[in-house]
């Protein structure tokens, strides 16, 4: 019956595909995702998460260590320091907080970093107590996006342990 017209029968015309999602819808939908339990990007399908990462009595210690037997010098803290300061590397977190800062890797591309941190002055200035930091950061793709407004001394990190549980539980 091919090409046969049937009296009153209008055909519905194929349904149009979805008008393509702009950068922006996708950018929106993408930091929906990520504050939540993290997802996949529409664009890349990269998997990502915002955390909240909070300052702990392992990070302080071992800005301690850093500070007593090096003061603002330079130190290859895999080579050198305590394996309890290393052993989970909490204290490269400490940048987020801007109390330490990692050696540029200017001389072996074959390496990602030199391993070499200093502490910075706003470091030496939280552990003599003159400044305070905030308690927690958020932070997307290794870079702090924002900070909760409660502040901490370094003498309040004491007793507040690295908790895996609490970090994967989210915001």
């Not at 950068?23 to 939540?36: H, P, Q, S």
């Not at 470091?123 to 950061?137: D, H, N, P, T």
Request: hydrophobic letters at 40%; charged letters at 20%; one cysteine or more.
């Amino acid at each position: 019956m091919s090409g046969t017209v049937v009296p009153g029968f209008v055909p519905t015309p194929p349904t149009p595909p979805p008008p393509p999602r702009s950068l922006v819808d996708a950018e929106a939908a993408y930091r929906v995702v990520i504050a939540g339990s993290g997802g996949h990007c529409p664009c890349c399908h990269r998997w990502g998460k915002i955390m909240k990462r909070r300052v702990n009595e392992t990070m302080a210690k071992a800005l301690m260590w850093m500070y007593k037997h090096h003061h603002l010098s330079w130190v290859n803290m895999p080579t050198v320091a305590p394996r309890w300061a290393i052993r989970n590397r909490e204290y490269t977190r400490l940048n987020y907080w801007g109390l330490v800062e990692l050696q540029p890797n200017v001389d072996d591309p074959s390496k990602r970093t030199t391993g070499v941190w200093r502490v910075t002055s706003h470091g030496e200035q939280w552990l003599q107590g003159s400044v305070r930091i905030a308690q927690a950061v958020l932070v997307f793709d290794d870079q702090v996006i924002d900070q909760m407004p409660e502040t901490i001394a370094v003498a309040d990190c004491f007793g507040v342990h690295f908790d895996y549980a609490a970090l994967m539980a989210g915001l």
